[in-house]
């Protein structure tokens, strides 16, 4: 009897422990990392807008290569729509709307994710000119976690691994956008040559 009512007192004392990290624990989480590209603003759009060309940059590609992604929906629209299943843990599976598109400076979508857990976030792409020369990029995310289940964001970094995808992500637009404005003046002085 003196061994249950001990646990049943470490029992109490637990769920007392999780009922106060949970409201200490933020339930937000948001994160938006920036990168300077120079690169044409109409070429650096057609990488954010279109949501088969962010699967291209994204980080999740490299970590799942065999990652399964269908689109349908307009590109670069309201209304365009993804859906990934992927056996890697980190990369899950879920879907992705675009919901709002303002031509030439920012796309919101909305984000379903099924895997590892289920949960929806708003994420966004938005572009400006820098004044230093080139196009700013941001890409951000936000999310709620609901209580208890927010208190595991005291054990777990998730803003600095938020923040490594998403400049990893950045890079490799930033790549792919200064790649293709080569490309495109290389063409185009080839024709002038012509």
């Known amino acids: 009897m ?7 007192v470490i029992l109490l004392i637990l ?7 949970s409201f200490i624990a933020p339930t937000k989480m948001e994160s938006e990392r920036s990168i300077t590209i120079n690169a044409p ?3 650096v ?5 279109s949501l088969q060309k962010q699967n ?3 980080p999740w590609k490299e970590q799942d290569p065999n990652m399964k992604v269908e689109y349908s929906g307009p590109d670069c629209a309201v209304g365009g729509h993804s859906k990934w299943t992927s056996d890697v843990k980190e990369v899950g599976s879920g879907e992705q709307e675009i919901v709002a598109v303002e031509p030439m400076k920012s796309m919101e979508t909305k984000l379903h994710f099924l895997e590892p857990w289920e949960s929806d ?3 966004w792409t938005k572009m400006e000119d820098d004044p230093a020369g080139g196009v700013k990029v941001s890409w951000g995310f936000n999310s709620r976690m609901t209580r208890p289940m927010n208190a595991m964001m005291l054990f ?3 803003d600095k691994g938020m923040n490594e995808m998403f400049d990893k992500g950045l890079s490799n637009l930033k790549t792919m956008a200064e790649k293709a404005t080569a490309i495109a003046q290389a063409e185009k002085m080839k024709m002038m040559e012509m």
């Open 41 to 43: 603003k109409e070429i």
């Open 56 to 58: 291209e940059w994204g």
């Open 15 to 21: 769920i007392i422990i999780g009922a106060v990290l």
């Open 45 to 49: 759009w057609e990488h954010i807008c």
């Open 2 to 8: 003196k061994i249950l009512k001990t646990i049943g």
């Open 121 to 123: 976030a708003t994420g």
């Open 156 to 158: 777990m970094n998730v």
